[in-house]
């Protein structure tokens, strides 16, 4: 167990961590994830969608690099990837720095799949903010990607790699 001394929690972290916690809950309920797959036309799990998110958002992996990326077994990778793959979302190819492995790669379905995705999901978000003005969804999103690199620069995961979807430090002006 660590001997880290943490800080005091000040009144707004407190809050801040409320609201995450209930983004999350909204946003990782079953009803929800059913309603975005129906509206974007793509019958595929959850498991399925953070694959395919995450592949389309990088390189091709290794389906270990992948387990790691995802923090999650290597198994549950492998079923997933299997079921993608049988469903035509997916495909295995050589990785040209060792030829017996492979890595995992997006199928031209497996794209469109996550723009149909993508584009589900940012038509609810639109709905939901609508009433936002352009400069307040510009702070906010400035703000969402600050403490996500703020997050990644405290548990060190950014030196992996495993932001590939962070935008520079000129995307984040309010």
Do not use: N
């Given at each position: ?5 943490l ?21 990782t ?18 498991a399925a ?5 995450h592949?389309a ?20 990778v492998?079923?997933?990837?299997q079921q ?8 295995r190819v050589?990785?040209?720095a ?7 790669e997006?199928?031209?379905?497996g794209r469109?799949?996550v723009e ?17 003005q ?7 999103a ?10 990644l620069a405290r548990?060190?995961?950014?030196e ?7 935008a ?7």
């Amino acid at each position: 167990m660590s001997t880290e001394r943490l800080p005091a929690v000040t009144p707004e972290v407190a809050e801040i961590e409320r609201a995450l916690t209930r983004i999350t809950y909204l946003s990782t309920r079953a009803r929800q994830h059913e309603r975005l797959m129906a509206l974007a036309g793509v019958p595929l799990d959850r498991a399925a969608v953070a694959l395919l998110r995450h592949i389309a958002d990088s390189e091709p992996l290794r389906p270990g690099e992948l387990a790691q990326r995802l923090g999650v077994e290597a198994s549950h990778v492998t079923r997933t990837v299997q079921q993608l793959q049988r469903s035509g979302h997916v495909t295995r190819v050589p990785d040209p720095a060792d030829r017996r492995a492979q890595r995992i790669e997006l199928t031209g379905a497996g794209r469109e799949a996550v723009e149909r995705i993508r584009e589900a999901g940012a038509r609810g978000m639109q709905l939901a903010l609508g009433r936002w003005q352009p400069a307040e969804l510009r702070t906010l999103a400035t703000l969402f990607h600050r403490m996500v690199d703020d997050f990644l620069a405290r548990t060190g995961d950014d030196e992996q790699g495993q932001d590939p979807g962070a935008a520079g430090p000129a995307d984040r002006t309010p």
